[in-house]
């Protein structure tokens, strides 16, 4: 039995939900459709859907093999045209940070699909790190120092380390003027990222790290402005995060003249893999759309 076939119908099914329906959209009989999902789940030694009277459900197995099943698909389809034939095609699978992804990467990501119809896009929303090999991503937008220097890397440009407070907050606690006032303040830590309590400025071209201890500390970053927002304390956050607040005069900008040094913006990719044409044409329209942003530089 051809391999890719049994992929196509486990996707049919999947799809469907239910092996009849996805025997009429195949044009096959539901006993055939059964037949090459069970010879699938023999050969991976597991159940990929569990059974019920209405549905099928897939399993981690069948979730798992669903992503690379896809991948394997398209990259068949792309690998039948002929040399120089056609558009980009395929699929490819991006993650972003969550913030930074929804306001800017999802819009970008749109209009590159525009401009390709045969391409389709699996954008994924984390803050997590997540290993790009491992997990099958082509490209990932990353914020910071390169931990993996093995990447290969389209630097896009960077974004600053904001302290922020609300004017309510600075009109009854005063303003800081230097790091070391922050000491008699309330402070709100982000710990989406990193749980270290501490911040970093920059002064006369040297670091310094101010350590404390916060009163409010939350893992998610639009809950931690909220607070900044109503009148809690101090917060610290990226650029791009906080551009909103600012330019709506929500929060004012602290402590300007000790910005640490800005965080690099890059799109990333494993060095393993081939850099594909549907790759490679996101890859230079990102790096054309980012360059217009006013929230990097």
Known sequence: MDRLDELHVF??????????????????????????????????GARLFERSTRR??????????????????ADYDAALQPPGAGTPRGLLRLTAPTVFGRRHVAPVVTR?????????I?????????????????????????????????????????TVASPAYLDR???????????GHELILSTAVRSLA???FRAEGREHVVRYS????????????????????????????????????????LLVDYEPEPAPVHLVMPSSRHMAPRLRAFVDFAVREFAALDVIR
């Not at 997540?130 to 990932?140: K, N, Q, R, S």
Request: charged share 25%; net charge positive; glycine share 6%.
């Open 112 to 120: 590159f699909l525009a401009l390709h119809p045969d391409i389709q």
């Open 11 to 44: 996707i049919a099914i999947l799809d469907a939900g239910s092996m009849a329906s996805a025997a009429r959209r195949l044009g096959r009989s539901p006993a055939a459709v059964t037949r090459i999902l069970s010879a699938l789940e023999t050969r991976a």
């Open 56 to 73: 099928l459900t897939p399993t981690e197995t069948g979730l798992r093999l669903a992503e690379q099943a896809r991948r394997l698909l």
């Open 214 to 253: 916060p009163r409010l500390r939350m893992n998610d970053v639009e809950a931690m402005l909220a607070a900044a927002r109503d009148g809690f304390g101090i917060a610290r956050a990226l650029s791009y995060q906080v551009e909103p607040d600012l330019r709506a005069g929500l929060l004012r900008p």
């Open 122 to 162: 699996d954008l994924t929303l984390s803050d997590r790190n997540v290993d790009l090999i491992e997990e099958g991503i082509d490209a990932a937008l990353r914020i910071g120092t390169l931990a993996n220097l093995t990447l290969v890397a389209r630097r896009l440009g960077e974004v600053r380390r904001v």
């Open 173 to 183: 606690r005063g303003t800081p003027l230097v790091p070391a006032d922050l000491a």
């Open 198 to 200: 501490e911040w970093r």
